[in-house]
């Protein structure tokens, strides 16, 4: 079984900043790309930056700028340094990550971290 799980979340003013972790744990060979979405009450989730095994990222316009995602491949941890966050960035925001397995590639999900702007 494969695991990943958030944490850094938590309550944050306007202009402030947060960095959240997904740490991943379990049976498999490697991890391709990783990544970041964000779900906001009443909206779809969406996707907010991915990064490659080799360090290449994909950023969502509305965080370029703002957001920086990064990973260490010996920790098997992915991050997301937030910084100037507002309002609208209130969301539960999800990692993944592609899993090379025995059987073939799998993607699995976190469970979610929460992140509220607000003053």
């Known amino acids: 079984q494969v695991h990943l799980v958030e944490s850094g979340g938590g309550l944050v003013q306007p202009g402030g900043s947060l960095r959240l972790s997904c740490a991943a744990s379990g049976i498999f060979f490697s991890i391709n790309d990783m990544g970041w979405y964000r779900q906001a009450p009443g909206k779809e989730r969406e996707l907010v930056a991915t990064i490659s095994s080799g360090g290449r990222t994909n950023y969502a316009e509305f965080v370029k700028g703002r957001f920086t995602i990064s990973r260490d491949n010996a920790k098997n941890t992915v991050y997301l340094q937030m910084n100037s966050l507002k309002a609208e960035d209130t969301a539960v925001y999800y990692c993944?990550?592609?899993?090379?397995?025995?059987?073939?590639?799998?993607?699995?999900w976190g469970q979610g971290t929460q992140v509220t702007v607000s003053s």
């Open positions: 993944n990550a592609d899993f090379l397995r025995r059987s073939g590639t799998y993607l699995y």
